[in-house]
């Protein structure tokens, strides 16, 4: 089992920027790649980024690279979502997720831990 908790979520203006920090704990979270998801009103749960067990290797959603930056300290157990020149589209519950395996995938079923999510609410 893996737990992950998120945090750093919160209300800013278009422009802004967040960072959304996901702490694991339980089995090796080094082992597995982890990935950030979101989910706004009335659409389907989204992949925003993933990262290898690494770090080494990066997939981003079209709709937000250049902007977003995905991370991880394996030391501190910790994925890390850098989001710059936010975008009101980019309003959403977003989501932590640690996938089966070192595989880094797009595809939600790849993922078997989540966590509990974190608002961001971006304005224009």
């Known amino acids: 089992q893996v737990q992950l908790v998120e945090s750093g979520g919160g209300s800013v203006q278009a422009g802004g920027a967040l960072r959304l920090s996901c702490a694991a704990s339980?089995?090796?979270?080094?082992?597995?790649?982890m990935g950030w998801f979101r989910q706004a009103p009335g659409k389907e749960r989204e992949l925003v980024a993933a990262?290898?067990?690494?770090?080494?290797?990066?997939n981003y959603a079209d709709s937000v690279k250049g902007r977003f930056t995905i991370s991880r300290d394996n030391a501190k157990n910790t994925v890390y979502l850098q989001m710059n020149s936010l975008k009101p589209e980019d309003t959403a519950v977003y989501y932590c997720a640690a996938g089966r395996n070192w595989i880094l995938s797009r595809s939600r079923s790849d993922y078997a831990y989540w966590g509990q999510g974190t608002q961001v609410t971006v304005s224009s």
């Open positions: 990262i290898s067990v690494s770090g080494g290797s990066t």
């Open positions: 339980g089995r090796t979270f080094s082992s597995n790649a």
